[in-house]
């Protein structure tokens, strides 16, 4: 079964029939006990990093997503759901999951024809092939909505950059961890493609 | 670098398509989830329903449209028409919506704004603001009221001033709709939007006026507008979205040519 996490996190609904356009029958899970069991996870979330960390831990979600990554399990994770997978958000000066080592800024904001947040269509440049990210090409777009972004610590974490305000980690993985900063339920056939192939990902890479 | 963004409204009431001429006489004019789909398998960036039902009874069925469309157009979708509370909003975010609308109710409750984008966050909170032209006043400095009712009550309220406002209490992005151009195909009110464009950080869509794919340029361009609202233009069949956006890619604009 694929879980997607809820934890309070905004609306995961749209994830859900995006799943479920591409074959994907997805469920939503607050328990850790089921996450632990889950063959397939995905980790949305738009809103804040303190209370969404605050969220996470107070349900123990924390340690059942540890648990799962450590067994192989594939896991995505999306926007904010990702940005918490590093070790550090700049975003209420949170502490956060360090499945992947790095850290989230928020965006400098300094040059005024820059708009923040970060919302609408932007590339997504694959640095590293993988399985996930198959059949994405350049000048493929996909929607974003956010005002931090994430620096992993390693630079073979960063399997596809954005450029905004200089270029950015747009999708970061490691093992059977991916993240997308972008909203592939909400970037039309690209997205679908990308959560297509997370369906069929084994989590090798 | 982000492209500039082409959105198609769709004003719907009691579950079906209609089209305003300066927020008068509206016409039925065909199913809005299959024009949604149609125009989302040509390339819209963004889809925007607003909900014109008078009768409040029949409110529930903008919730049953939208969920319709949400599971088989997959870009950004935002509702607005008649939200009035937190409550609307998350009913509409439940049903799909990815983004609210706010519009009188937020000109007669402020707060409205902030309450909305505490709840559901500043990104998904758009102020649909509806402006019309007047003699510069001291009540008035920008020249630019805003009115209600589809247009028929002045708010004594000046636009710049109100769009401000509306940034600093949480609103993540602003409609900028011109009653004196909407329905006309004469073209966007350019110095409206590059007036609040420019004086906000947050995304500003022009609205009104569309009737030519130079008109969008123009807006994008020397409007300052981050995204291009079309109605009629693509409704009718004058247009296809694909179209637009190949003529705007074509002019230099970066836009998103892959779908």
């Known amino acids: ?205 | 670098m982000l492209s500039k963004r082409v959105i198609a409204c769709l004003d719907v009431r009691d579950g079906h398509l209609a089209k305003s001429v300066k927020f008068l006489n509206t016409q039925n004019i065909g199913d809005p989830v299959e024009k949604a789909h149609e125009y989302y398998i040509d390339g819209l960036d963004e889809l925007v329903f607003y909900d014109i039902t008078a009768s409040s009874d029949k409110r529930n069925i903008m919730l049953d449209v939208v969920e319709a469309v949400a599971s088989q157009v997959f870009i950004p979708l935002s509702v607005g028409g008649g939200i009035r509370s937190v409550s609307d909003a998350t009913d509409l975010r439940l049903a799909g919506a990815e983004k609210i609308n706010v519009n009188s109710a937020a000109v007669k409750r402020p707060e409205l704004i902030d309450e909305c984008s505490s709840a559901i966050g500043n990104q998904n909170v758009v102020l649909s603001m509806d402006i019309r032209k007047v003699a510069k006043s001291n009540e008035i400095p920008s020249g630019y009221e805003i009115v209600i009712n589809g247009g028929r009550t002045p708010m004594g309220l000046d636009a710049l001033a109100w769009a401000l406002e509306g940034e600093k209490r949480g609103a993540g992005e602003l409609v900028i709709n011109s009653i004196d151009a909407d329905g006309t195909k004469d073209g966007y009110e350019i110095e409206l939007t590059s007036m609040i464009a420019q004086a906000v950080r947050v995304p500003v869509i022009a609205s009104g006026g569309a009737g030519l794919p130079e008109h969008l340029y123009e807006v994008l361009t020397e409007g300052h507008a981050d995204a291009a609202l079309v109605a009629s233009m693509v409704h009718y069949g004058d247009y296809k979205v694909s179209e637009l956006k190949g003529y705007l890619h074509d002019q230099g604009l970066k836009i998103r040519m892959s779908w």
Not at chain 1, 164 to 183: L, P, V
């Open chain 1, 1 to 205: 079964m694929t879980l997607i996490v809820d934890y309070d996190a905004g609306n995961l609904a749209s994830v859900k029939r995006a799943c479920e356009q591409v074959g994907l029958a997805a469920e939503f899970c607050a328990d850790p006990d089921q996450l632990r069991h889950a063959q397939r996870v995905i980790f949305p979330g738009v809103g804040a990093a303190g209370s969404a960390m605050a969220s996470v831990k107070a349900r123990g979600l924390d340690e059942a997503l540890r648990e799962v990554i450590n067994n192989g399990c594939p896991v995505l994770g999306i926007c904010l759901g990702m940005q918490i997978s590093l070790d550090y958000s700049e975003e209420n000066d949170t502490s956060t999951l360090g499945l992947i080592a790095g850290k989230v800024s928020r965006f400098r904001m300094d040059r005024p024809d820059l708009k923040v947040p970060h919302m609408g269509w932007n590339e997504v440049c694959v640095k590293q092939p993988h399985p996930v990210l198959e059949g994405i090409e350049a000048g493929d777009e996909f929607y974003f909505v956010h005002g931090y972004f994430p620096t992993p610590r390693d630079s073979s974490a960063v399997l596809a950059t954005t450029d905004y305000e200089g270029h950015f980690a747009s999708a970061i993985g490691k093992d059977s961890y991916i993240g997308t900063q972008f909203h592939p339920e909400k970037s039309g056939r690209v997205g679908l493609r990308l959560l297509s192939n997370f369906a069929r990902w084994d989590g090798q890479c």
